[in-house]
């Protein structure tokens, strides 16, 4: 069994090539994904200059590639799952690279728009918001109308 699943941040923009032969569209990016650990511990690590993430290369094919290289950029939570793949290649300087890296089979962006803008997360609407064009919800004006 190979199933990887991954929640992270981007820790550049997305890449976008395309493969020569039958233009298919291949997207890369890398996603820091937080390490499980205890507030002593990661302070800890951080005082130290240690990683407290582990930092996994992600392969994208075909139109989801492309649609990633659109909406994600660097900063944004995203969930990853896929396969995880080791693969070898020579390089230019004659010596052989070993790569593993997750192939994704379905990317969930989990974030939207610029971290820093004012309207980040906007399109969602505040809790407070109307719910336009969805029957049966509407804002609570406290907890006393929750059922639990």
């Known amino acids: 069994m190979n199933i990887v699943m991954l929640i992270g941040r981007l820790t550049r923009d997305?890449?976008?090539?395309?493969?020569?032969?039958?233009?298919?569209?291949?997207?890369?990016?890398?996603?820091?994904?937080?390490?499980?650990?205890?507030k002593e511990k990661k302070q800890e690590m951080e005082s130290k200059g240690q990683p407290t993430a582990d930092f996994i290369n992600v392969v994208v094919w075909g139109r989801q590639a492309e649609?990633?290289?659109?909406?994600?950029?660097?900063?944004?939570?995203?969930?990853?799952?896929?396969?995880?793949?080791?693969?070898?290649?020579?390089?230019?300087?004659?010596?052989?690279?070993?790569?593993t890296e997750v192939v994704a089979t379905r990317v969930e962006f989990l974030e939207w728009g610029n971290r820093e803008d004012?309207?980040?997360?906007?399109?969602?609407?505040?809790?407070?918001a109307d719910f336009p064009g969805i029957d049966g919800f509407e804002p609570l004006d406290g907890d006393d109308n929750i059922p639990f």
Do not use: H, M, W
């Open 14 to 38: 997305p890449e976008l090539r395309y493969v020569a032969s039958t233009a298919t569209p291949v997207t890369t990016f890398t996603l820091a994904v937080d390490k499980e650990l205890s």
């Open 67 to 99: 649609s990633c290289a659109n909406y994600l950029k660097k900063g944004i939570l995203t969930a990853v799952s896929g396969r995880l793949q080791s693969r070898s290649y020579e390089g230019k300087d004659g010596i052989r690279r070993y790569v």
């Open 118 to 128: 004012s309207s980040f997360g906007s399109q969602f609407g505040s809790g407070d």
